[in-house]
């Protein structure tokens, strides 16, 4: 069945960085877009990032634009989200998805807290 682990989630300084993991398996992940998603505490789950398959086009939200970058292997079935320049804002559990916000596909999530 379609597995999506993410890691790489943590306490973090206004400022810093992270780079998010998430490992995929059971479907063939070269043939499908990649998406990370987050949702903040009180607030609904809105899309940040999605990559494409092999050509590896990418797309993102205007909030975190210029700061994120999301890329894939597919050879080693894993997507990441590096993430730079971090604001309090982004402070949000991420999670990992395959085949958007309607699929039943998603990860556990993985906490990110940017704060002094």
């Known amino acids: 069945q379609v597995q999506l682990v993410e890691s790489g989630g943590g306490l973090v300084q206004p400022g810093g960085s992270l780079r998010l993991s998430c490992a995929a398996s059971?479907?063939?992940?070269?043939?499908?877009?990649m998406h990370w998603y987050r949702q903040a505490p009180g607030k609904e789950r809105e899309w940040v990032a999605s990559?494409?398959?092999?050509?590896?086009?990418?797309n993102y939200a205007d909030s975190v634009k210029g700061r994120f970058t999301i890329s894939r292997d597919n050879a080693k079935n894993t997507v990441w989200l590096q993430m730079n320049s971090l604001k309090p804002e982004d402070t949000a559990i991420y999670y990992c998805?395959?085949?958007?916000?309607?699929?039943?596909?998603w990860g556990q999530g993985t906490q990110v807290t940017v704060s002094s």
């Open positions: 059971g479907f063939s992940f070269g043939y499908f877009a």
């Open positions: 998805n395959v085949g958007g916000a309607g699929s039943a596909y």
């Open positions: 990559i494409m398959t092999a050509g590896g086009s990418t």
